[in-house]
């Protein structure tokens, strides 16, 4: 559809150019012989310029008093002072050529070329002076300078061709400044009622993203020709609507339409058409055409302009607002490719002279992207056994994942060994994972050892880019069993003397103790006598074994071991405990073996019964049965008052009396050695009598008493 819409355009805008074309070689015909008639009859200059047309976009700077609208009555129209020019000049003032109208074209020779000195806003090497009309003469001196021309010369880019005029009676008004821009397509002059000459094409108004653009407001009402003409339609809030909506066309902080993506160019012309020549008292209507020209929607788009110097405002359509500057304000808001508006001014002469204005036309164009933001995620877990053995080794395994909407990008995981466990390549272990895609996980397996009893805080560390990170943390515990052993039994002993000890071996551990083996050492100055629980006596060792499958944590067990000391002096018995895993555990008992003389005596009579009066013998033994010598052994007899001591014989010399028989000491009596004393009595007494025997010694300074008894009897 739009393919046939341009088509038909184009085709319209031919048939226009042709029929514009032939109307504007009739007017110009009509035109020509009408100044040829002038010129013969004396009148050869045209007073007047032809036509004012606007070029470029750029606002003006001259503004509209309230005094430039109609006055009360058409035939009161008040003049505006626009410039500080006076109301008249002298005579022979040269009135400027119009720098906005086009050269008019001469059927005979074929249009006039434009001249740079015609252009008031020329170059600097332009002169400062237009040159008079062929027939003008010189210019009278102290004419008033041009009020068109700035200071200096220059050339002026939208410069359109135009004849020179002869001199006026009173000088033209100021035009408005207007600041040039690059010109645009080409606009169809036939579109214009009048039939005038195409003007220079309006720029291409290419505008940024986000202009601000005044806001629509209702169009001021035009005063009617009856009102006064001091008083202004359009009131300062007009204005101030019309900014307003400058606001509307800024940026937003969302993406917009799809159609705004990619570059966007809008086109927007301007151009303004006017008749040839315009009488003062007479009407005459100006035109302006605004059309998108470009291939995408042009928004915002405003148009502003002045009523011409000169002129009082009789009518406008469509009806506009007005700005801050008494300017005319047309809101046209979005223009479609193709689209157009147009605007007619009517307006009432009042002065002669050049008569126009300066329109500006704005625009915003649209330009939108979009991008998915999207927000990566790192989440990491890792499951560890609760519990694991000394020793032995554990895996861990990790999964990092990205739950978020976006990839994750230079993913590391990294790892700091806990105390309690290690890892072959060290402490401080590193991963890089890469990327995540959203959604993604990764699981990976770390193998550790567990080395040593207690709780192991591990913490693995996930991190990427843009500061993401995230931690998990597990507890381990490392259990281990442990061992103690512990003798008990006398920590003294004699030779010879048998001595029972307890073994005991203990696990305060977290883990059973497996293949537990305890085992007691003897040592050369002891000899195993028996044991229990199954222990084994190993001669070449000199030691006993006792083997346990298993011996669960804060559970002990004991055994018992008899052994008899053969040495004298400091005997050790050492135990040590061993198990699975590397356990191992030794203790020792130190035993101190002392040497003793155990003196032994008996008495024996020799005769049961004996008369009184009969004598009869004590035999003493004295034996050591120690470890060591006996000295200094001392044996006494003791007699009772009915039998008397006689005599004493032994190792050592007896001395004594009636009651009782002493015998020296016997220097030394070495173990298992033995003596023997006799002690001969005589009864005096009938009845039962005792006799005790002491012995003593310097191991055994008090005496030990043995006693032996006889009866005597009395014959009768």
């Known amino acids: 559809m739009r393919q046939i819409l341009d088509l038909l355009s184009r085709a319209r805008q031919r048939i226009t150019t042709k029929v514009a074309a032939a109307s504007a070689l009739t007017v110009v015909g009509g035109v020509g012989s009408w100044l040829g008639y002038g010129y013969f009859t004396g009148d050869a200059k045209p007073k007047e310029p032809t ?103 220059g050339a002026l880019p939208y410069e359109a061709p135009s004849a020179s005029y002869a001199a006026t009676d009173a000088p033209p008004p100021t035009p408005v400044a207007t600041s040039p821009v690059a010109t645009a397509p080409p606009t169809d002059p036939g579109l214009s009622p009048y039939g005038s000459a195409p003007a220079e094409l309006a720029p291409v108004a290419t505008a940024p993203p986000a202009v601000a653009s005044p806001p629509a407001a209702a169009p001021a009402p035009l005063r009617s020709l009856g009102e006064p003409a001091g008083l202004s339609p359009y009131a300062p809030a007009a204005a101030a609507a019309g900014a307003a909506a400058v606001v509307s066309a800024r940026a937003t902080a969302t993406p917009g339409e799809r159609q705004h993506e990619g570059p966007q160019q809008p086109t927007v012309t301007i151009e303004k058409f006017s008749p040839a020549e315009i009488q003062v008292g007479k009407p005459a209507t100006f035109e302006m055409l605004v059309r998108n020209a470009g291939q995408v929607p042009a928004t915002n788009v405003v148009v502003t302009d002045h009523v011409p110097a000169g002129t009082q405002l009789v009518d406008v359509k469509p009806q506009p607002a007005q700005g801050a500057d008494g300017s005319l304000v047309w809101q046209f808001g979005t223009l479609q490719p193709g689209d157009e508006q147009q605007i007619t001014l009517q307006v009432m002469p009042q002065t002669e002279g050049e008569i126009g204005s300066t329109a500006h036309v704005s625009f915003a164009a649209q330009a939108t992207s979009r991008s998915i933001c999207t927000r990566p995620q790192l989440t990491v877990e890792h499951a560890a056994p609760a519990k694991v053995l000394i020793g032995q080794a554990l895996t861990m395994v990790i999964t990092v994942s990205n739950p978020g909407s976006g990839p994750a990008t230079g993913v590391i995981i990294e790892e700091d060994v806990p105390p309690g466990l290690s890892h072959v390549a060290g402490a401080q272990l590193e991963y890089e994972v890469g990327t995540l895609r959203p959604g993604e996980s990764k699981r990976l397996e770390l193998a550790l050892r567990a080395e040593k009893a207690g709780i192991a805080e591990n913490t693995i560390l996930v991190r990427g880019d843009a500061g993401l990170s995230a931690n998990h943390k597990v507890a381990i515990e490392v259990v281990a069993p442990q061992l103690e052993v512990e003798v008990n039994g006398p920590k003294k002993r004699f030779l010879e003397r048998q001595a029972t000890y307890t073994l005991s071996i203990a696990n305060p551990g977290t883990a059973a103790a497996r293949d537990v083996e305890l085992a007691a050492f003897l040592p050369r100055g002891m000899k195993f006598v028996n044991t229990d629980s199954q222990g084994q006596y190993d001669p070449a060792q000199h030691a006993v074994f006792w083997s346990l499958e298993e011996l669960p944590p804060a559970k002990a067990g004991s055994v018992k071991l008899t052994t008899l000391p053969i040495e004298p002096g400091e005997q050790k018995l050492r135990v040590e405990g061993r198990a699975d895993l590397g356990l191992s555990v030794a203790g020792e008992q130190s035993v101190q073996v002392e040497q003793s003389a155990e003196l032994l005596h008996a008495v024996k009579d020799a005769d049961e ?83 005790r025997v002491q012995l003593s010694s310097d191991e055994w300074p008090t005496p030990v008493t043995r006693e032996e008894s006889t009866r005597v009897y009395e014959d009768r």
């Open 51 to 153: 036509k004012q047309v606007l070029t470029g976009v750029q606002p003006a700077a001259a503004l509209l008093a309230d005094d430039q609208l109609p006055a009360q009555s058409p035939a009161a129209y008040q003049p505006t002072e626009y410039s500080p020019a006076p109301a008249t000049a002298p005579p022979s003032a040269a009135f400027q050529p119009n720098p906005y109208a086009s050269a008019p074209v001469d059927p005979n020779a074929g249009g006039a070329s434009p001249s740079a000195a015609m252009n008031p806003y020329a170059e600097a090497d332009a002169p400062t002076t237009a040159p008079p009309a062929p027939d003008a003469g010189p210019p009278a001196e102290g004419n008033p300078p041009n009020p068109y021309r700035p200071a200096g010369d």
């Open 609 to 691: 019964v004996i008369e009184v009066g009969s004598e009869t013998t004590y035999e003493i033994r004295v034996s050591n049965t120690g470890t060591k010598a006996a000295t200094n052994v001392r044996i006494v007899a003791l007699l009772p008052a009915e039998m008397k001591g006689l005599a004493g014989e032994g190792p050592t010399r007896a001395a004594g009396d009636a009651s009782r028989i002493v015998f020296e000491p016997l220097a030394r009596l070495n173990p298992r050695e033995e003596v023997v004393f006799k002690v001969q009595v005589q009864g005096i007494a009938p009845g039962d009598h005792i006799v």
